[in-house]
């Protein structure tokens, strides 16, 4: 192979300075040209028959030194200063892929519940949840689990020891709901929850960091500094400013964060009489399902498929006191009030406006008979919870201190049932 850098005996001649012109198209014959050329030609790194040899490592290497130098001698902002950063660039990725050639790589690899899929995105700007560095996509080989999207080297793969957390939310779903549950480094042994490593406030040999949902202390490689909000946080103190999380728990809240799991009622009850907007969204839940039965048994209103609106927060038209942790941020926000107030201005049209079918479906106050159809989410109605009758909730019927008269009637009906029934000859 001809000798593309100068030896040691070249660095020692005198008046051997490089030069802007290093770059340009035109043959050189100085030895610092030659080594300048080590890569910059497109073809020069074309793979041959075979593999690279080590001194091919060493000649980037020596290439990329000499790159560096000269950017630091030519002239700032000017052209040839770019084009060198450029080929710095391309003598980096080269190099890179020497030492880590690809390899052919399986689609598809399971491990530890993980369902990790090759990616064939080219992108640099991904992390290895493994080894903190970045994935050099044009390069290097790299999965993503498509259960909890943990994304690493696929050299980093047969180094992972945390399972799934897809799995951990299919089989407990459920949130840790204290605050910040801290049980201290020495219960730790001075190690990292996840990985084990040795972790000290001090930062010797790794710092410790907190994760706010967990309590526990986690090093650097499995605590990013990445913040979420907490849900114990939200529930007892209705607080949603976002805490640091470990990147376990980061996962967790991120796929936790739709599922209906919180029963606020039976967590904390009292936060319905601190925040209005509870109530309000309370309420309008409990008419949507009082207008179900509704739709469930008209034509049209399943022709229109006006219960796909909630298609996003299918609780809601299943029971009105489980909330996910997206719900009471929404709830935070506004958002939710906003959009639930519409859907449920859609839905009472229909029913008392717009289709003949469920206007028919509607009650007369057995009390006064007079006024208008009733129905069971009105806000001026009252509903018996025997018979689901309604009535007037002001003049009528309030707090189930007025008999009822359709109660009433079933109960003498059932009472004259055996002496109506006939006698057997």
């Excluded at 910059?40 to 001194?55: W, Y």
């Excluded at 999965?143 to 180094?159: E, V």
């Amino acid at each position: 192979m001809t000798a593309i850098c100068p030896g040691p005996e070249a660095a020692k001649q005198p008046n051997h300075e490089v030069r802007p012109e290093l770059f340009s198209t035109e043959t050189k014959s100085q030895s610092s040209d030659r080594a300048m050329d080590l890569g910059l030609a497109e073809d020069h790194f074309s793979r041959p028959v075979g593999s690279f040899v080590a001194s091919d490592i060493e000649q980037l290497k020596q290439a990329i030194e000499e790159c560096k130098r000269l950017i630091l001698e030519l002239p700032e902002h000017s052209e040839r200063q770019k084009d060198t950063v450029v080929k710095l660039i391309h003598l980096r990725l080269k190099l890179q892929e020497l030492k880590d050639p690809e390899e052919d790589e399986p689609n598809l690899r399971i491990l530890l519940e993980h369902r990790f899929s090759k990616e064939k995105s080219k992108s640099v700007k991904q992390t290895c949840d493994k080894c903190s560095t970045i994935i050099w996509g044009l390069i290097q080989t790299w999965y993503t689990c498509t259960g909890c999207y943990y994304r690493c080297h696929s050299k980093c793969m047969n180094l992972i020891t945390k399972p799934c957390v897809r799995s951990k939310v299919s089989h407990q779903s459920e949130y840790e709901l204290n605050i910040c549950p801290e049980i201290g480094l020495d219960k730790q042994d001075y190690r990292c929850a996840e990985c084990r490593a040795p972790v000290s406030l001090r930062g010797v040999p790794s710092e410790a960091r907190q994760c706010d949902y967990t309590g526990q202390y986690y090093c650097s490689s499995c605590h990013w500094n990445d913040t979420a909000i907490i849900p114990a946080r939200v529930i007892h103190n209705w607080e949603f400013e976002p805490k640091k999380v470990c990147r376990s728990s980061m996962r967790y809240l991120a796929l936790m964060i739709s599922r209906p799991v919180l029963k606020l009622k039976e967590i904390n009850p009292l936060l319905f009489n601190f925040v209005e907007e509870l109530v309000e969204i309370r309420k309008l839940r409990q008419d949507i399902l009082l207008m179900k039965p509704y739709f469930i048994t008209c034509k049209e209103a399943m022709e229109a498929r006006l219960l796909l609106q909630l298609q996003d927060r299918q609780h809601f038209v299943e029971n009105d006191d489980m909330y996910s942790l997206q719900d009471l941020i929404d709830i935070s926000s506004g958002r939710l009030s906003c959009s639930l107030t519409e859907i449920h201005t859609t839905f009472a049209k229909h029913i008392k406006l717009d289709c003949e079918r469920c206007q028919a479906k509607g009650f007369v106050c057995e009390l006064c008979k007079e006024g208008d159809i009733l129905f069971p989410f009105d806000s001026h109605t009252s509903v018996c919870h025997d018979c689901s009758a309604v009535f007037h909730r002001s003049d009528c019927y309030y707090d189930n201190s007025t008999t009822c008269p359709r109660c009433a009637r079933m109960t003498e009906r059932k009472q004259e049932e055996p002496f109506n029934m006939p006698k057997d000859l």
